[in-house]
């Protein structure tokens, strides 16, 4: 039995959780998501908690018992929390504004970098235009979507210029010693 698998999950007040054959639908206050399961895997719903179980012992079975529950628990907190992610901009001129539905960058490039955020997740920038902070109720479309906005100007080793985490640390490199 898997040790994260086999723990119910308990459904926070003023959240709705149902499951149709093999697609999980959870709604909440912040909003409502949905995903599918692998039919080796089952979700029931009784009594407040959520209990996943698998139908046989095999390798593939175990592992996506413990990924289901896991996917479950990060929809019903969500749906009642949400989740956000930091983003931080260096460099000289870097900024970023957000205009309805989508990022406008300025990454030091000889055009403006337009990003489209997808349905669900929403942006704001900091007053100096140098912090992102993405927010949403799904926090693998959260994880992706920042990596994304991350990859338009990764940050470089040597003066750190670029779009990185908040929590993240970059390693920096040494320059050229110069002619001797």
Do not use: C, W
């Not at 499951?19 to 639908?25: E, F, R, T």
């Not at 009594?47 to 628990?73: I, M, N, Y």
């Amino acid at each position: 039995m898997s040790r994260v698998g086999k723990l119910p999950v308990k459904i926070p007040e003023k959240v709705k959780v149902s499951v149709d054959g093999n697609v999980v639908k959870v709604e909440g206050p912040k909003g409502k998501m949905h995903f599918p399961t692998n039919p080796l895997v089952s979700v029931q719903v009784d009594k407040g908690e959520v209990k996943v179980a698998r139908q046989d012992e095999s390798h593939v079975a175990k592992g996506l018992h413990g990924l289901t529950r896991t996917l479950v628990k990060n929809a019903l907190e969500g749906v009642v929390k949400g989740y956000e992610k930091g983003l931080e901009i260096n460099g000289v001129g870097f900024k970023a504004e957000v205009k309805g539905k989508d990022i406008h960058f300025t990454l030091g490039f000889s055009h403006p970098v337009v990003f489209k955020l997808p349905d669900g997740v929403t942006a704001e920038v900091d007053a100096k235009q140098t912090k992102l902070t993405i927010r949403s109720v799904d926090k693998h479309l959260l994880g992706l979507t920042a990596a994304k906005v991350r990859a338009l100007r990764p940050p470089e080793p040597y003066k750190g210029k670029g779009i990185k985490y908040a929590d993240e640390t970059i390693r920096r490199k040494e320059g050229k010693t110069g002619a001797a």
